[in-house]
């Protein structure tokens, strides 16, 4: 039998809890009950507050639950009838607040519903800014697509995501609706419609708002026209400037001329900045709490049947619910302007202007509207300076900006990134230390006129250097980076092309860094005394002071020493290693993307640093390698190991490891990147060569000599083995490859992992895996496409169910981080041993 947890299924704690569905971060007020439901307190409450009543003697959440036994396919409850969780939908009753087990189909229902709803109330805000592909259809209505009267124009949203014009059109001609244009995205909600009279189009409201087309009820909302601006740039007398200023409409839910009904950049990008910093520390601290509660929960759920629940669940109920002690929430040093990159949209506003800033909304939604950046707090003022500059450029250009409707158009990103020239000492002053600039400005060339683009590329140049040398003092700027993406959404890949501009000097010849040879495009900033160099598509902490206090508490927790191997897991330019290697014997960084490997190469170099080795891979690809190669020793050489690196004995059979180095360090990316270099580019050597420019071709061959030399380097070194290994992982959003959290939790020899994460969501399913108790019997993963449905946790708890036998990990101590001042992000950090 089970431990006592499980035998007893009165128990609230025990298998039978049902809470583990994902829930957003909830304010502490808000909390969905389960939340609490290992708190006495909140039992209470809910025995005085609701109207729902049990029957005299009965628990007062009888039958509230769905029983997890009885649910379970291979197990049945031995309470019978007399069970107080429910054994049947039919049978399950409200909670005393009226709200239903959140995983019975009452509750997922009901949240659908009020998904809907919350989607429903957001279109009052659609924001469309940019035109619908004119006559993608060929249905020769050409133009705008809308005709040209604003007030005979509505936008019908809800409509089905795959339906194309033609769809839309056949569907009106179903309805009798008649109509001048229809118009439909394939991927989006919207559609749009024209009419050819007033009467046309209250028919045609009439007959469409709140019809049903399968689940969803159509709602017609208002365009807005984009002449808005016009008229009124026209009635005073201003020139109308930029290809966009000829658009004719703005889809837009809001009635007034510049209404956005609350919706600004400010609230969009910095949500918490209404709050005074000390509330906003206590109000993530309290998500984080929430969150980190779902673990304790989703373990005790996916704890296999049979096995004693490990200690850390047991204990959980003392501390709140919480898997282990959250120790707090470490402050940002710096809470304004603190942002060391910004990447910034390039659209149009909600006035038809051509826009450098952030995005209202998300485009499928139906907002494309930009607005600039300057009431952000987070946003540093030589970012915001140099978004006005670049927007001042862009209503001038001849190449037109991104439009996202049509996937066409040349300008499309700006990301404004800044570096330091020594340690920062007025954190909150931080603007005098900026010395260094990069800016990349992302374009899609194709199609374009290179002679066009290479005049265009020269005046871009000469106008960021000139709005630097106006400005007083004039801002730095040290490099300027374009990077050329096809792809429909901005996020390219880390292999898109790149090149460097040459700074031309202003015309007044004042002292601005120019250069006239961009030897690489980089620029540096210090972290814990190191001078870190960063490339263009690098990633590195945006809060540069605040990143310090994360890297210094996770070496803190992770207890090193000279007889330590740190494996540094994502280790992008290698700050967290290399900040670290002089307390440890040795630092092993993995990162797949390949100029941030190099980035770490040279840091090693230029910091002195010589024990660590950087390898360019995805870490599901060598993970288990690695730590076979570094904790599968031969015997003799484990006592002289843990004396300190320089102990080190090379067998022969050490040799034959090294040399796999090589393989292990050109994996796939690097290929692709040496491959590319070798390839023969016509258009790059040709037309797209600028003539102050330094090609793509030219820097991926300098990437490829380096690692040649980096794998000729490592060939060199020695493996060793260390007797006490620790690693620290600091993945994506999405959290670790299942591949390497199998590795970190299957490999004994791997005592201590120190988990840093910018999602905690992330975190708390991956510790699922890693820290629940192995099943007796594994389960073979299924193909399973109800997955696809599934929360985070809920998908860990099915891979739990796989885990091969090992010994599970346990939740220490977490600690939040905040780097992201005024936005509800937060870095999580929880140490795990066992
Ligand atoms: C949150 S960043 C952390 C970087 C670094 N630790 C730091 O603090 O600067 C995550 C890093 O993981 C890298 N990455 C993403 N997926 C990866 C994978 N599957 N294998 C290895 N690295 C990955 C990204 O390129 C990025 O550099």
């Given at each position: 039998?089970?431990?006592?947890e ?7 704690l025990?298998?039978h809890d049902s809470t583990?569905?994902?829930?957003p971060?909830q304010?502490?007020?808000?909390q969905?009950p ?5 708190s ?14 049990p029957?005299?003697?009965?628990h007062?959440?009888?039958?509230t ?8 396919q291979?197990a ?6 007399g ?9 399950l ?10 995983t ?8 659908k ?5 919350k989607?429903c ?11 619908l ?5 060929g249905d020769?209505?050409?133009g705008d ?27 009106l001609?179903e309805?009798?609706i008649?109509?001048?244009?229809a ?11 024209s ?9 045609a409201?009439?007959?469409l708002?709140g ?8 709602k017609?909302a208002?365009?807005l026209?984009?002449s ?6 026209s009635?005073?007398g201003l020139?109308l400037?930029?290809?966009n200023?000829?658009?004719p ?6 009635e ?8 600004s950049a ?6 918490l900045?209404?709050?005074p910093?000390?509330?906003q ?5 309290n998500?984080?709490m929430?969150?980190?509660k ?9 704890c296999?049947?049979?096995i ?15 898997p ?9 040093p710096v ?8 990447e ?10 051509t826009?450098v800033?952030f995005?209202?909304g998300?485009?499928r939604?139906?907002v494309?509207a930009?607005?600039?950046?300057l ?9 915001c300076?140099?978004?006005?500059i670049?927007?001042?450029?862009l ?10 409707f049509k996937?066409?158009?040349?300008w ?9 020239s020594?340690?920062v ?8 230390n900026?010395s260094?600039v990069m800016?990349?400005v ?7 006129d ?8 020269e ?5 960021f250097s000139?709005?630097?040398t106006?400005n007083?003092p004039?801002?730095p700027l040290t490099?300027?980076v374009i ?11 880390a292999?898109a ?10 015309e ?15 620029i540096?900033d ?14 590195f ?10 890297y210094s508490?996770?070496g803190d ?9 740190l494996?540094?897991v ?10 670290l290697?002089?307390?440890v ?6 990162e797949?993307?390949a ?11 230029i910091n ?11 870490a599901e690809d ?5 730590l076979?190669?570094y ?12 004396e300190?690196s320089d102990?080190?004995?090379?067998t ?5 490891i ?10 796939d990316?690097?290929k692709?990147?040496v ?10 050597s040709s ?5 102050n420019?330094?090609?793509a071709?030219?820097g991926l061959?300098?990437?490829k ?5 980096s794998s000729?380097?490592?060939r060199k070194?020695?493996?060793?083995c ?9 993945p994506?959003r999405s959290g670790?490859?299942?591949?390497v ?5 299957t ?18 399913a ?13 389960e073979k993963?299924?193909?399973n496409?109800?997955w696809r449905n599934m929360?985070?946790?809920g998908?860990a708890r099915h891979?739990a169910k796989s885990?091969p ?10 600690m939040?981080?905040?780097?992201f001042?005024h ?11 066992r």
């Amino acid at each position: 039998m089970a431990s006592t947890e499980i035998a007893d299924p009165q128990s609230p704690l025990n298998g039978h809890d049902s809470t583990d569905q994902p829930q957003p971060p909830q304010d502490p007020e808000t909390q969905a009950p389960q939340d609490d439901a290992v708190s006495g307190g909140k039992r209470k409450r809910e025995e005085e507050g609701g109207d729902v009543k049990p029957a005299a003697g009965q628990h007062p959440l009888w039958k509230t639950s769905l029983c997890s036994f009885f649910r379970r396919q291979d197990a049945s409850c031995g309470h019978g009838s007399g069970c107080r969780y429910a054994h049947s939908e039919a049978e399950l009753r409200p909670r005393p607040d009226h709200t239903w087990d959140p995983t019975s189909e009452r509750a997922k229902k009901a949240a659908k519903k009020s998904g809907e709803d919350k989607e429903c109330a957001a279109w009052d805000d659609v924001m469309m800014t940019e035109a619908l592909d004119d006559d993608e259809d060929g249905d020769g209505d050409g133009g705008d697509g809308f005709g040209s009267d604003p007030a005979l124009s509505k936008c019908l949203v809800h409509l089905p995501r795959n339906w194309k014009s033609d769809k839309l059109k056949e569907f009106l001609s179903e309805q009798g609706i008649q109509y001048k244009s229809a118009k439909k995205k394939k991927g989006m909600v919207l559609g749009f419609m024209s009419f050819e009279s007033a009467e046309q189009l209250e028919t045609a409201v009439k007959a469409l708002d709140g019809i049903s087309i399968g689940n969803n009820n159509i709602k017609v909302a208002d365009v807005l026209p984009r002449s808005f601006e016009r008229k009124t740039k026209s009635a005073m007398g201003l020139p109308l400037v930029g290809e966009n200023a000829e658009d004719p409409m703005v889809a837009n839910g809001v009635e007034d001329g510049d209404g956005t009904k609350g919706r600004s950049a400010r609230t969009v990008v910095t949500p918490l900045a209404h709050m005074p910093y000390a509330d906003q520390l206590e109000h993530k601290k309290n998500s984080v709490m929430q969150i980190l509660k779902r673990l304790s929960r989703s373990a005790r759920k996916a704890c296999p049947n049979g096995i004693p629940l490990p200690e850390w669940i047991l204990k959980s109920r003392e501390i709140g619910g919480l898997p282990c002690v959250l120790e707090g929430i470490l402050a940002s040093p710096v809470v304004n302007g603190y942002r060391n990159k910004c990447e910034f949209s390039v659209g149009q506003s909600l006035q038809g202007k051509t826009t450098v800033g952030f995005m209202l909304g998300n485009f499928r939604e139906g907002v494309t509207a930009v607005e600039e950046p300057l009431d952000c707090p987070n946003v540093s003022p030589i970012s915001c300076k140099y978004a006005s500059i670049f927007q001042e450029f862009l209503q001038q250009s001849s190449l037109p900006v991104w439009n996202r409707f049509k996937n066409t158009g040349f300008w499309r990103q700006l990301t404004v990134r800044e570096g330091r020239s020594g340690m920062v000492s007025d954190a909150e002053n931080c603007e005098p230390n900026i010395s260094e600039v990069m800016l990349m400005v992302q374009v899609s060339t194709a199609g374009f006129d290179d002679s066009l683009i290479t005049s265009e590329f020269e005046r871009l140049a000469q106008t960021f250097s000139a709005g630097a040398t106006a400005n007083s003092p004039s801002l730095p700027l040290t490099v300027l980076v374009i990077q050329d993406h096809q792809g429909i959404s901005n996020a390219a890949p880390a292999d898109a092309p790149l090149r460097s501009l040459c700074i031309s000097k202003a015309e007044n010849g004042s002292e601005i860094q120019a250069t006239n040879n961009v030897a690489e495009p980089e620029i540096h900033d210090y972290i814990s005394s190191l001078r870190f160099c960063i490339s263009p598509t690098a990633f590195f902490q945006v809060n540069t002071l605040a990143a310090e206090k994360l890297y210094s508490l996770a070496g803190d927790w992770a207890e090193l020493g000279p007889d330590t191997l740190l494996f540094d897991v994502c280790c992008g330019t290698g700050t967290i290693g290399l900040t670290l290697a002089h307390r440890v014997g040795m630092v092993v960084g993995i990162e797949m993307n390949a100029s941030a490997v190099l980035d770490a190469q040279r840091n090693a170099e230029i910091n002195g640093i010589t024990n660590c080795r950087f390898i360019c891979s995805k870490a599901e690809d060598v993970m288990r390698s690695l730590l076979e190669e570094y904790l599968t020793a031969p015997e003799k050489q484990d006592n002289d190991a843990i004396e300190g690196s320089d102990k080190a004995i090379v067998t022969d059979e050490e040799k034959i490891i090294v040399t796999d180095e090589e393989k292990i360090i050109v994996t796939d990316e690097v290929k692709a990147i040496v491959k590319e270099a070798e390839k023969p580019n016509p258009e790059e050597s040709s037309s797209h060569e600028h003539e102050n420019g330094k090609t793509a071709c030219e820097g991926l061959e300098s990437s490829k000599q380096e690692l040649q030399k980096s794998s000729t380097e490592n060939r060199k070194s020695p493996v060793q083995c260390y007797k006490n290994v620790v690693a620290i992982v600091d993945p994506p959003r999405s959290g670790l490859h299942p591949t390497v959290i199998k590795a970190l939790r299957t490999h004994p020899g791997l005592r201590r992992l120190v988990y840093i994460s910018c999602n905690p969501e992330s975190l708390v399913a991956n510790a699922i895996e890693l820290c629940t108790p192995s099943p007796d019997k594994i389960e073979k993963n299924k193909n399973n496409r109800a997955w696809r449905n599934m929360s985070s946790a809920g998908l860990a708890r099915h891979r739990a169910k796989s885990m091969p036998a090992s010994e599970p990990f346990r939740p220490v101590k977490a600690m939040a981080v905040d780097l992201f001042p005024h936005t509800v992000h937060c870095e999580l950090v929880m140490l795990l041993e066992r």
